[in-house]
């Protein structure tokens, strides 16, 4: 005789294999669940996991810090040694303009006139941010204008009366007593178009100190005298 043993089917109550079919219903179901979760984690479309919770499209998202945009501040492309540049030339106009609109603290500026429309502008949004503006210049006819449009910016001027013999030859700028500029042509539309020219940019300690000295001491010579 031979005997057949056949396995019970998975509707019996037989003990071994309920506990298979619970176990593997419990597992399902938890495999289910997670599956279903996760997209709604991920920012995924939940009803596509449901129907093909095998083949989802799972897009990580960027994990790259985002980069925050530094606020320029000027430094002398070749500092700490000193950078010539000749006018003229559009580069060196931006050099002058973006190391002038720089300054955080402190900007003083020897020049006997000044008609550069950009430069108004730029000395307008600095004396906006409470940036300490200094400028010493020469009073003549030509230079009126120049003079009323820097009072109505509300800068720090001092001007030389028209009768001092000595005329202001000084064109140097320092920026919050770091850097110093010097120029060989006026700061004009027609001059820096027109003009050939130079310009220098130190940020030598002994350099800025003494440019730093004169600017003070050619500001007291033409404080104004009280009536």
């Known amino acids: 005789f031979f005997l057949m043993i056949r396995r019970p089917p998975r509707s019996t109550q037989s003990r071994s294999s309920a506990a298979s079919d619970v176990y593997k219903r419990q597992v ?3 495999v289910s669940s997670d599956l279903a979760l996760r997209p709604r984690a991920l920012g995924l479309n939940p009803r596509r996991a449901r129907e093909d919770p095998l083949e989802l499209d799972i897009k990580l998202p960027n994990l790259e810090p985002k980069q925050e945009e530094i606020p320029f501040i000027f430094r002398p ?19 002058l303009c973006d190391a002038l609109s720089s300054a955080r603290f402190e900007l003083n500026i020897c020049i006997p ?14 004396s906006q941010r409470n940036v300490i503006v200094r400028i010493i210049m020469e009073e003549t006819r030509q230079n009126l204008f120049c003079i009323e449009t820097l009072r109505s910016l509300k800068v720090k001027l001092r001007v030389s009366p028209e009768e001092e013999p000595r005329s202001l030859e ?7 007593n770091k850097v110093v500029l010097r120029t060989s042509i006026l700061w004009t539309t027609e001059a820096m178009v027109h003009h050939f020219g130079s310009l220098h940019c130190s940020v030598e300690r002994h350099q800025v100190e003494e440019f730093t000295r004169e600017f003070m001491r ?3 010579f033409f ?3 009280p009536k």
């Open 28 to 30: 399902y179901k938890e």
């Open 223 to 225: 404080a104004p005298t």
């Open 218 to 220: 050619l500001w007291s």
């Open 170 to 176: 000084h064109i140097f700028a320092i920026i919050d």
């Open 113 to 126: 006139v000044i008609q550069h429309p950009i430069i108004f502008d730029i000395l307008h949004e600095v």
């Open 77 to 95: 492309r070749y500092a700490p040694s000193n950078e010539y540049l000749m006018f003229p030339s559009p580069e060196t106009e931006k050099f």
